[in-house]
């Protein structure tokens, strides 16, 4: 990669990952989605934030494992973020109020529902 070409890199992914930010407390998981991919691009252009992350990989498992799993070859994309939503929304909300977990239901009733009567 050229130099301009990563500067332009890391410009773009602390924008999205700023945006990402912003749009956090608005309601739902908007805001992840758009710093995962602001995260992705500062970490695919700058050694120094690799090198950051990593080590923060090395203290939370836990936490930034699925992040880092999000930037293997062949990465189950919608599994892993999936999961980190639901980690960080358990945070944030008590389960009676998950709003993620109402949507995993509903996807689970009208699949597993029986056919309706023609």
């Known amino acids: 990669m050229t130099i301009v070409f990563k500067i332009i890199m890391m410009i ?3 924008v999205l990952m700023a945006l990402g930010l912003a749009i ?6 908007l ?13 695919r252009s700058s050694t120094w ?10 203290k939370h498992p836990k936490w930034l494992g699925p992040l880092r799993s999000l930037m293997r070859p062949r990465a189950r994309f919608v ?3 999936w999961r980190f939503m639901l980690r960080a929304e358990g945070l944030a909300l008590k389960p009676r109020n998950s709003i ?4 995993r239901r509903f996807f689970r009733r ?3 529902a029986p056919p309706a009567p023609a």
């Not at 805001?31 to 970490?43: A, I, T």
């Not at 934030?49 to 090395?58: E, G, I, N, P, S």
Request: no cysteine; proline share 10%; glycine share 10%.
């Open 49 to 58: 934030v690799k090198r950051q992350f990593v080590r923060l990989v090395h």
């Open 12 to 14: 773009a992914g602390a």
């Open 110 to 112: 009208r699949r597993h």
């Open 31 to 43: 805001g992840l989605p758009v710093m995962l991919v602001g995260l992705v691009l500062l970490l």
């Open 79 to 81: 599994a892993i973020l």
């Open 24 to 29: 956090s407390p608005l309601p739902g998981p």
């Open 100 to 103: 993620l977990r109402r949507i």
